[in-house]
């Protein structure tokens, strides 16, 4: 599985970006993908997930629920982190992941990674 990650870039406090991860290669008929990111001098960290296991599941870090969404195209095999009311603490390389387990939790579960994308949200 190839995982394509876009959509990063520069924007302001309190605007938006839409992350894409397009995944390529053998299908992850059941599984999950999501994203992390990893800010300069941190460790990386995990953003959010989305699970076509059983039904759809979804799950955010504290710090971006209520701003954050993940959904995923099933055709096009891509999914999407849409960001809102981005701030300066949002900044950072996020990372593509899939998994052909149930969930991501950690990025112990993570069997494929993307190339990182950056956001950069200035004040």
């Known amino acids: 599985v190839q995982l394509q990650a876009s959509g990063g870039g520069l924007v302001q406090d309190g605007g938006s970006l839409r992350l894409s991860c397009a995944a390529s290669?053998?299908?992850?008929?059941?599984?999950?993908m999501g994203w992390f990111r990893q800010a300069p001098g941190k460790e990386r960290e995990f953003v959010s997930v989305?699970?076509?296991?059983?039904?759809?599941?979804?799950n955010y870090a504290d710090g971006v629920k209520g701003r954050f969404t993940i959904s995923r195209d099933n055709a096009k095999k891509t999914v999407y982190l849409q960001m809102n009311s981005l701030k300066p603490e949002d900044t950072a390389v996020y990372y593509c992941?899939?998994?052909?387990?149930?969930?991501?939790?950690?990025?112990?579960?993570?069997?494929?990674w993307g190339q990182g994308t950056l956001v950069t949200v200035s004040s």
């Open positions: 290669g053998r299908t992850i008929t059941n599984g999950a």
């Open positions: 992941a899939a998994t052909r387990r149930f969930f991501i939790n950690t990025s112990n579960d993570v069997m494929f």
């Open positions: 989305i699970s076509w296991v059983s039904g759809v599941t979804t």
